[in-house]
């Protein structure tokens, strides 16, 4: 199967031979609907960021989030379906964000795709967000397959997972702090500069002196794939303190500092993991991927040790609805049922997941539930 995004004659209503499959991404502060075909790759996507809603307030309200999915996610999924020249009927499932994210924000998502789910007597399937994250390279052509090692890096997740097969994930080391994300944003804030920082921070980074400042690369001075931010962030702190009266230039080259020494420690972590697990495929997800030097150190790594590096393009590595779309139809694809349903975790271990043979259940039974 190709994922590459083809265009599809508009017109009515169209079944296409595989499986067609709704997503829907609520976690957080972006709402994304998108729809793939197991044989066409993905037909159509839309996503809508609130970045502009909460930038005022440094952060995302939940509240205002939730309210705010609530407006939007009916009119995309119009939008998408028109798109890709369907209508509801030509669907085979929904998928939808379960969790982890804002409890309210998933709600949004999850009610709305379970309700319509039952209207059409199609499953629903509740879908990992980081899961969603970690299978997002498959939307590209040439996709990594399995076993691999990820790496992801967002504004609320940095972990290190391998990749076993479809639901099967071994956490090889995690955050004790602060997020990577978390940590760009947080150091840009102290710089001045919008919310959210991390992708403003790495522009300013482009004009800094490489050098000029050294930070310490986080617990890579002992054994272990776990990760901790928060100190650099104190360190970044003390030096831009002691700047009297900050020039353009010493904060481009403070931002350089920062941004060189979270992209090392993440190259020397997802080094040793490779090593760790005999492994040279790597991937990295989650909106921190999106990061020009962390993508280019990655490449040079990988290609030294005879193995590759994949990353989806940056749309698609924040958050976003194709990578959930195709979670599901995977998932669906291998025989996983529907569920009932509308449960969301706002906290979801990954390795709590389970591969979708063991939540086979009696899909029989829920469709008949659905439609009578
Ligand atoms: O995956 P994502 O969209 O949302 C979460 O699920 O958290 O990631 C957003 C995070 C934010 O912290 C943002 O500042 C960071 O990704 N980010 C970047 C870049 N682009 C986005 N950080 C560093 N460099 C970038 N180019
Ligand atoms: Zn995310």
Redesign the pocket.
């Known amino acids: 199967m190709t994922r590459q995004e083809r265009k599809i004659p508009q017109g009515p209503s169209r079944k296409l031979p595989g499986l067609t499959v709704l997503g829907v991404e609520t976690s ?1 502060d972006e709402t994304g609907v998108a729809v793939i075909n197991s044989e066409h790759g993905l037909l159509a996507h839309a996503l809508y960021s609130q970045i502009e809603l909460h930038a005022l307030y440094g952060g995302v309200v939940p509240e205002l989030a939730s309210r705010d999915h609530v407006r939007r996610l009916t009119p995309m999924i119009s939008q998408v379906l028109a798109q890709a020249g369907m209508t509801t009927d030509d669907l085979d499932g929904i998928a939808y964000t379960a969790g982890p994210g804002l409890v309210g924000a998933l709600l949004v998502g999850a009610a709305t795709a379970r309700s319509m789910a039952w209207a059409l007597a199609i499953p629903a399937v509740a879908v990992h967000h980081m899961e969603g994250h970690l299978l997002a390279p498959a939307l590209e052509a040439d996709p990594p397959q399995p076993p691999y090692v990820a790496l992801l890096v ?3 997740h940095t972990l290190l997972v391998q990749v076993l097969a479809l639901g099967e994930y071994r956490l090889l080391g995690e955050t004790l702090d602060d997020a990577a ?2 940590a ?2 947080k150091t840009a804030q102290l710089l001045g500069l919008p919310y ?4 403003h921070l ?1 522009r300013l980074a482009e004009t800094g002196e490489p050098g000029r400042f050294r930070f310490s690369r986080p617990m890579t001075d002992r054994p272990g794939l776990d990760f901790s931010f928060s100190g650099l962030k104190t360190q970044v702190l003390l030096a831009w303190r002691k700047l009297d009266a900050p020039s353009p230039q010493d904060r481009a080259d403070v931002a350089r500092a920062f941004e060189d020494a979270v992209v090392d420690t993440l190259a020397i972590k997802c080094e040793r993991a490779l090593a760790a697990t005999g492994n040279s495929r790597l991937v990295v997800a ?3 991927g ?2 020009r030097r962390l993508r280019q150190r990655l490449e040079t790594m990988t290609a030294g040790l005879g193995g590759r590096v994949w990353f989806p393009r940056p749309e698609f590595c ?2 976003n609805g194709a990578m959930i779309a195709l979670a599901g139809m995977l998932r669906l694809q291998a025989g996983q049922a529907g569920s009932l349903d509308i449960q969301v975790r706002p906290r979801w271990p990954l390795t709590q997941l389970q591969p979708p043979a063991a939540l086979a259940g009696d899909a029989q039974a829920t469709v008949a539930a659905q439609s009578s």
């Open positions: 957080c967002s504004g609320g994300g978390e760009f944003d959210p920082g991390g992708p790495a989650g909106g921190v999106a990061n924040t958050d």
